[in-house]
């Protein structure tokens, strides 16, 4: 080989790495936290965790004693449930899609509406509220102190404190919070394995950051600034609208939902009315509904079919395989 040809070789490598080196700096920003971040007010021990986790699956926790946390947030669905609005202790629907557990621990605010500060504030809402568990806390603390083995496990977890209406909240969370998205083809392929993903979802993240601008709202390792919008999802519901009525932007805007492991998460939206990932796609391509308080980060976004095939094929490479939950053994 002549001294040119290694050159125009060389060249030609560089060129097609070209790509690759181009997204580092992009890539970097979705890398998944080496830590989870627990709060100094309530500290992670794994015995904390470990109540947590029964208390999650803990029947006796509601009315009926025939609803759990998982009944609504079953790990199968990526901690959903598979219809568009969770069915409550009446057996009726609920106002909302369930949305997910996973990654509470960087969640923050709690609800669509983001209506609840924290984990451990957001666990008191579904015990007491009538229409999803309809136990009062005050019955739950008696329910649980009648279990001797319940009042051992407290009295070792919170010394002094024991079965109150916050310990119970606070091991709840503390559980949620070790709950985290599963490792996904995509984070192998951010890791370095450039074979871990398909050259689609490759495209699609380009795309994803770029031409459709999803990023503009579903940004970071979770997806999710962490704030509220109206993208023009066809619902009377005025979400985070309730809490600022003076603030046009907020009347029929929730919260941005992460995108880790998605796809086990159908049906999609704060009223599930969008079935699919590609349905998902038609919404923002023609752009949603128009409102004056719709965000003006949503615009048509002119995508060919192909193009919405990678931006799926992206969004797809966010799922892990599911993780093995084991279910609770509970005192009796
Ligand atoms: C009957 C179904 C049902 C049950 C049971 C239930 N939830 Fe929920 N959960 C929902 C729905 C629906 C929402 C959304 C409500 C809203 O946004 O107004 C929600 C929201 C949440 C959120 C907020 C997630 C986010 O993205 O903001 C967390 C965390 C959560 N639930 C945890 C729990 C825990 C812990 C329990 C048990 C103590 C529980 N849920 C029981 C249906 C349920
Ligand atoms: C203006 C901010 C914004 C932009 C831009 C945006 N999203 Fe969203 N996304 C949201 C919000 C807010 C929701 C929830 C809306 C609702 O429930 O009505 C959502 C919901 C979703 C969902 C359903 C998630 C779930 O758990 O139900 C998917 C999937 C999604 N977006 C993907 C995308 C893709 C792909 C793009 C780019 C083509 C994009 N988003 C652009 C804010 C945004």
């Excluded at 989870?36 to 021990?45: D, G, M, S, V």
């Excluded at 009062?136 to 009042?151: D, F, M, N, S």
């Excluded at 023609?286 to 980060?297: F, Y």
Aim: with cysteine; aromatic share 10%.
């Amino acid at each position: 080989m002549t001294f040119r040809n290694a050159c125009g070789l060389l060249v030609l490598a560089l060129l097609a790495s070209l790509p690759a080196f181009a997204q580092a700096p992009l890539k970097e920003q979705y890398r998944r936290p080496a830590e989870i971040p627990f709060p100094a007010a309530n500290p992670y021990t794994p015995e904390k965790a470990a109540l947590g986790k029964a208390l999650f699956f803990e029947p006796r926790l509601s009315g009926a004693q025939n609803m759990t946390c998982a009944t609504c947030h079953n790990p199968s669905f990526g901690w959903e449930v598979p219809v568009k609005t969770a069915i409550g202790a009446k057996n009726e629907p609920l106002g909302r899609q369930a949305p997910t557990v996973l990654n509470v621990a960087w969640m923050e605010h709690f609800f669509w509406d983001g209506r609840a500060p924290n984990a451990e504030a957001q666990a008191k809402g579904p015990i007491e509220a009538d229409v999803e568990m309809n136990l009062p806390l005050a019955e739950a603390v008696k329910r649980l102190g009648a279990i001797p083995e319940y009042r051992t496990w407290f009295g070792r977890v919170f010394p002094g404190e024991g079965i109150t209406p916050d310990s119970i909240v606070k091991a709840i969370a503390t559980f949620e919070r070790t709950v985290v998205a599963s490792y996904s083809p995509f984070d192998a392929w951010i890791d370095g394995d450039e074979n871990a993903i398909p050259a689609a979802a490759k495209r699609g993240f380009e795309l994803f950051n770029s031409k459709a601008k999803c990023n503009a709202c579903h940004t970071g390792w979770n997806f999710t600034d962490n704030r509220f919008h109206n993208i023009g999802t066809p619902s009377d519901d005025i979400g985070r609208g309730k809490y600022e009525p003076q603030n046009v932007k907020a009347q029929g805007a929730f919260k941005t939902p992460s995108l880790r492991d998605i796809e086990q998460r159908a049906p999609y939206m704060h009223n599930g009315s969008v079935a699919t990932l590609v349905d998902v796609m038609v919404h923002y391509v023609t752009g949603g509904g128009d409102s004056p308080s719709k965000s003006p980060l949503m615009q048509p976004v002119p995508l060919n079919a192909d193009e919405v095939n990678d931006i799926v094929a992206f969004m797809r490479s966010l799922t892990g395989s599911k993780q093995v939950v084991t279910l609770p053994i509970l005192p009796n």
